[in-house]
């Protein structure tokens, strides 16, 4: 090998050499370039910031205040325990993205609100319109997709945060206990932020959100608040939300109490909705099935014969029928489609749906509903029964 | 010029030695007078008084003879009480053999010698493996000595194809080596490769494993170890059953295994001593661990530090509350109690015994209780740090295990950096990295990589051993049958 050759393949391996360091050096240099993207990105010690636990979102006088409920440190001391307590930080403004803006501004620390599980509507707020409260929350990133959406029932979202604070209570948690609670009953939680922001979407519809009710031990759950056009306006009873649970098809166990004394219980259920469109008249069938087994029996009756089982039977279908006729006469009787009928409509009559759509909101109160309760009841609990018949 | 066999240079050569012995020994009437030369020390003297001097003494038929040609061939023939006798020509052989510990008989006339095998050197006896112990399993561990390992091989390979060829490393160590393969099933052309690698290796000592192990290796600035070593003959004996390559190495208490793949690295031969379905939950959480290990203190940091919303309420309110009064960041906590944790490991390892354990001790207070009082770290740090740790020496393999130590801290350096992004980077990296190496032609990664179902048996779970009917199809191209499928 001549010195040329010897020169150009040194400069060869050198220049290899640099391009591995600069790959190198390109990869490690990356996440800090990146890093300036977005301000998710950027960098932020979890004790530098307040972690919002709740959002309340109230309208008062043209202006939207936001209460948000953090957790304000404390230190970890082992032996002492953390002395962690609930704090509330407030922001006003003209919209709910100004008052939180505002709230951000008047805060001490930065404040995330990935870890926001609740969102709490005011009454006043949700009469403004669903929409003016949500919308900035569906454009955050951060906001987690299936934090819960509940309105607050004849009162500011505020004050119910404020009372729980001031009756020591710690209302993430007991929010949080009552998520866990309501997913006993129910299959799944249809107030989540994605299934609230998708029903918004379905303008023929109402949006059903679950109001709280408050007192010193706890929260809540009682029934639907009833969003038209994106409105409050009015609050379903608990009988009635049961009906739309059992129609939605979420419902996962419920008591019946009867009247000749025997209390029953729903284990499983299963609902199947047809709707059929025929010369502009809208027949929706609503065909419910479930099982249930006997919970109670306080009737000197022997109601495990096969003819007392076959009534008691028929008594727990008219109980439920009632149950779903309640939603069912309330859309009637409104003229709101309550049970989101207008997506069934459309998806099962796509030709004929177009020919009522813009005369929907008309159709309502006309539509005929049919009704098919099928049950069984899978478990007697024979043991013991005769002994306590005797007694009664 | 060419060397020849004589005693006069051979003596001027050890002048200066003292170790080395050459004595003249006249043996009958006839002035016929050999050299004997041998090594002090490395020799069983009282073997070559009864096998070499007392037959030579009351043999009448060696007095007999008048050239030193026919005492070579009598010798040679049965004369002495010695079986392993060998005539060489070679000087250089001769140096080496003598150097090994056998001992030579020189005749200056003939330019030959007599080598006679007599070594015995002091050597460790068969031992329990230190690092690679089972409860259900056979206790037996290699030694130092090449013959006693290569003897503990063919001890449980009975088969005429099983072949043990010797090779020599090393221009000053002359360090003696043996490359053990089955010949029906290993790839040839492998084995040929694994020759060549070696043979080319030149180098003055092998005084380490370092020292072949970089020879032979083909990615060398991959943390991850290309070559497996283990102490256990049966897993050797396993192994080559599988057509690899094992590879003894005099004065190394382990066996090399080529090629290596990562998931063999994962394998512990506990595995194999337990019901498939113990030895599949084992491995699955070595692999569990290994995951931790690598990325546990990398998440914390990025959850910490960039996505919070990664971590749920509870543990994202604790880690706040914990935090809340260290005046450190997140990174700089887990970074520096990683650093703490290598020092105690290297310092555990270097003082004696009884020092060291006092020593983790003390480290294992000052660090995880008296920091945390101090509000120098976080206890969770603490947990993060020491779960990574712990898990990090759930591994089989010990060079897998430190190269997992060092790729910790990157995948740390990068989340302080970038959050998950910067996992996220370091995570292609890695994986493409593992793609990327080949070892003797057989992918890192295989058999994950493998489409054929029959190599997946024994990767990250564990199959009944009625499954295992296949040899892998990397490494054994032909006679890939390990067992017939029947069933008793």
């Known amino acids: 090998m001549n010195g040329l050759s010897l020169v150009k393949e040194k400069s060869k391996r050198k220049n290899g050499f640099i391009k591995r360091i600069v790959k190198i050096m390109f990869f490690f240099i990356l996440p800090f370039l990146l890093g300036g993207c977005t301000h998710d990105m950027s960098r932020k010690e979890i004790d530098e910031i307040d972690l919002i636990l709740v959002v309340a979102i109230d309208y008062e006088d043209g202006e939207y205040t936001l209460s948000a409920l953090h957790s304000s440190g404390g230190g970890a001391d082992p032996e002492e325990g953390s002395g962690a307590t609930e704090e509330v930080a407030k922001g006003t403004g003209k919209s709910a993205y100004e008052a939180l803006e505002d709230l951000k501004l008047k805060n001490k620390k930065s404040i995330s609100l990935a870890q926001a599980g609740s969102f709490l509507i005011g009454e006043e707020a949700a009469k403004q319109g669903l929409d003016q409260s949500l919308d900035f929350l569906s454009r955050d990133e951060t906001i987690k997709m299936e934090a819960l959406i509940y309105v607050t029932k004849g009162k500011k979202a505020a004050d119910f945060v404020q009372e729980g604070i001031d009756n020591k209570q710690t209302i993430h948690e007991d929010l949080d206990a009552m998520k866990q609670k309501q997913q006993e009953i129910l299959t799944r939680n249809d107030n989540t932020m994605v299934n609230i922001l998708n029903d918004m979407k379905q303008t023929d519809s109402c949006v059903l959100v679950p109001y709280l009710l408050a007192d010193e031990s706890g929260y809540l759950i009682d029934g639907y608040s009833v969003f038209n056009e994106l409105t409050l306006v009015n609050y379903l009873d608990h009988e009635t939300s049961d009906g739309v649970n059992f129609i939605r098809n979420i419902m996962r166990s419920y008591p019946i109490y009867l009247d000749n004394g025997v209390g029953l219980y729903i284990s499983y259920t299963n609902t199947k909705l047809k709707a059929k469109l025929e010369n502009q008249q809208v027949t929706v069938t609503i065909t419910v099935s479930f099982e249930s087994m006997l919970k109670e029996v306080l009737t000197k009756k022997d109601v495990f014969t096969r003819d007392e089982l076959d009534q008691l039977t028929l008594d727990q279908n008219n109980y439920i029928q009632s149950i779903i006729e309640k939603p069912v006469q309330y859309s009637i009787d409104s003229g709101l489609d309550i049970l989101n009928l207008a997506r069934l409509v459309e998806n099962q009559n796509f030709t004929q749906w177009k020919s009522i759509k813009d005369s929907w909101a008309d159709e309502i109160p006309d539509i005929k509903y049919q009704y098919k309760i099928q049950s069984r009841i899978s478990k007697s609990f024979l043991l013991g029964a005769e002994g306590m018949r005797q007694r009664l | ?488």
């Open chain 2, 1 to 488: 010029m060419e060397q020849v066999i004589n005693s006069k240079a051979i003596k001027e050569l050890f002048s200066q030695s003292s170790d080395i012995l050459i004595r003249p020994i006249k043996i009958n009437q006839n002035n016929i007078t050999f050299h004997i030369f041998c090594v002090d020390g490395l020799i069983d003297s009282m073997l070559v008084d009864e096998s070499i001097f007392q037959t030579m003494l009351v043999d009448p038929i060696l007095k007999e003879y008048q050239t030193e040609r026919s005492v070579m061939d009598y010798l040679l023939s049965g004369g002495s009480n010695h079986v392993f006798t060998t005539e060489e020509s070679d000087y250089q052989l001769l140096l080496k053999t003598v150097l090994s510990g056998n001992v030579a008989l020189i005749f200056d006339s003939e330019k030959k010698a007599i080598v006679y095998d007599i070594k015995k050197f002091e050597k460790r006896s068969v031992s329990e493996p230190t690092e690679e112990g089972v409860v259900k399993g056979a206790k037996e561990a290699f030694i130092e000595v090449m013959r006693t390992n290569t003897a503990l091989i063919r001890r449980r390979i009975r088969s005429e194809h099983l072949v043990i060829e010797s090779l020599t490393v090393g221009k000053l160590s002359k360090t003696d080596m043996s490359l053990c393969y089955i010949s029906n099933i290993a790839n040839l052309e492998l084995v040929e490769k694994i020759k060549q690698k070696i043979k080319a290796i030149d180098i003055d000592n092998i005084s380490t494993p370092a020292f072949i192990e970089e020879f032979l290796i083909e990615h060398k600035k991959s943390l991850f170890p290309q070559i497996m070593y283990t102490q256990r003959p049966d897993r050797i004996s396993a192994n080559l059953s599988d057509g690899r390559v094992a590879l003894v190495v005099d004065g190394i208490p382990f066996v090399y295994l080529l090629p290596c793949q990562l998931p063999m690295l994962m394998q512990s031969p506990e595995d194999y001593a337990n019901h498939f379905f113990v030895g599949s939950a084992l491995r699955f959480i070595r692999y569990l661990s290994m995951i931790i290990t690598l990325f546990l203190p990398a998440f914390y940091i990025a959850a910490t530090t960039y996505q919070n919303q990664m971590l749920p309420v509870q543990l994202a309110l604790s880690t706040q509350q914990a935090k809340e009064n260290v005046p450190f960041s997140s990174s700089s906590e887990v970074l520096g109690l990683l650093v703490a944790f290598e020092i105690l490991i290297e310092a555990g390892l270097r003082l004696p015994k009884a020092v060291g354990t006092a020593m983790s001790i003390l480290g294992g207070i000052v660090v995880g209780q008296s920091a945390v009082s101090a509000n120098l770290i976080s206890p969770l740090v603490v947990v993060v740090v020491s779960l990574a740790g712990i898990s990090g020496f759930m591994m089989p393999n010990q060079d897998l295990s430190s190269g997992i130590r060092v790729i910790r801290f990157v995948f740390a350096f990068l989340a302080a950096a970038g959050g998950f992004l910067g996992l996220a980077i370091g995570l292609i990296l890695i994986i493409t990295h593992l793609c990327s190496i080949d070892n003797y032609g057989v992918a890192y990664l295989s058999p994950f990589v493998d489409i054929d179902e029959s190599n997946h048996k024994d990767t990250l779970f564990r199959f009944p051993v009625k499954y295992f009917r296949k040899r892998p199809q990397a490494i054994v191209p032909s006679n890939r049958t390990k067992q017939k499928t029947q069933e008793p």
